[in-house]
């Protein structure tokens, strides 16, 4: 399985960003998605998830509100809607897919396929 994340990039703050995260697996509808970021020095923590087959997303209390998870099964791509940026958003950002298909968590080591990173980086 492999992930690929785009969309990252350099905004000013209160601007709005999408990130996209492309699967290629046939078998992506039955797997749930997550984003987790990571600022240099610090753990990689979750942002947002989505699991398959309409459940509903979740997100860390940091970004509720701002941030919105969505997937497009028919594209096997997850993405994420980042609004109301804040300069302590300014991180890279995986998206990665949840170990067990039809079954959705939010630990780290609960997924097993990570994409390769895309930065965002939020100005003052």
């Known amino acids: 399985v492999q992930l690929q994340a785009s969309g990252g990039g350099l905004v000013q703050a209160g601007g709005s960003l999408r990130l996209s995260c492309a699967a290629s697996e046939r078998t992506f509808a039955y797997f749930g998605m997550g984003w987790f970021r990571q600022v240099s020095g610090k753990e990689r923590e979750f942002v947002a998830g989505v699991p398959c087959c309409g459940g509903s997303a979740r997100y860390a209390d940091s970004v509720n509100g701002r941030f919105s998870a969505s997937r497009d099964d028919s594209k096997a791509t997850v993405y994420l809607q980042m609004n109301s940026l804040k300069p302590e958003d300014t991180a890279v950002y995986y998206c990665?897919?949840?170990?067990?298909?039809?079954?959705?968590?939010?630990?780290?080591?609960?997924?097993?396929?990570w994409g390769q990173g895309t930065l965002v980086t939020v100005s003052s």
């Open positions: 990665a897919r949840y170990r067990t298909a039809k079954r959705f968590g939010v630990r780290e080591h609960e997924f097993n396929y």
